[in-house]
């Protein structure tokens, strides 16, 4: 069964960075748009991040852009999301996704998901 499983979230301040990784279990996913969800407690899913499976083209929610950034690495069928400048208001328990098709846009069905990684921002 295709898996996604994401790794490299933790406790962070204010101001400081993370790298989060989804290693995909199938090499099909190098080809999928691959995205970044996050869910904060007493809050819905929301999308972060998307990318094409050329990376060439990518899509941020407006609460990161600039700060975050998608990449992958598809011969190693991992996914990346890089996070600088972290908030508080960044604390959730983030996703990663994938998806046939092309689209980036953050309303898409996305058919695979992790099980997510914490990550917390301490002030």
């Known amino acids: 069964q295709a898996q996604l499983v994401e790794s490299g979230g933790g406790l962070v301040q204010a101001g400081g960075s993370l790298r989060l990784s989804c290693a995909a279990s199938e090499r099909t996913f190098s080809v999928y748009t691959m995205a970044w969800f996050r869910q904060a407690p007493g809050k819905e899913r929301e999308f972060v991040a998307a990318?094409?499976?050329?990376?060439?083209?990518?899509n941020y929610a407006d609460s990161v852009k600039g700060r975050f950034t998608i990449s992958r690495d598809n011969a190693k069928i991992t996914v990346y999301l890089q996070m600088n400048g972290l908030k508080p208001e960044d604390t959730a328990v983030y996703y990663c996704?994938?998806?046939?098709?092309?689209?980036?846009?953050?309303?898409?069905?996305?058919?695979?998901w992790g099980q997510g990684t914490q990550v917390t921002v301490s002030s």
């Open positions: 996704a994938a998806r046939m098709g092309t689209t980036t846009s953050r309303t898409a069905p996305y058919g695979y």
């Open positions: 990318t094409t499976y050329s990376g060439t083209v990518t």
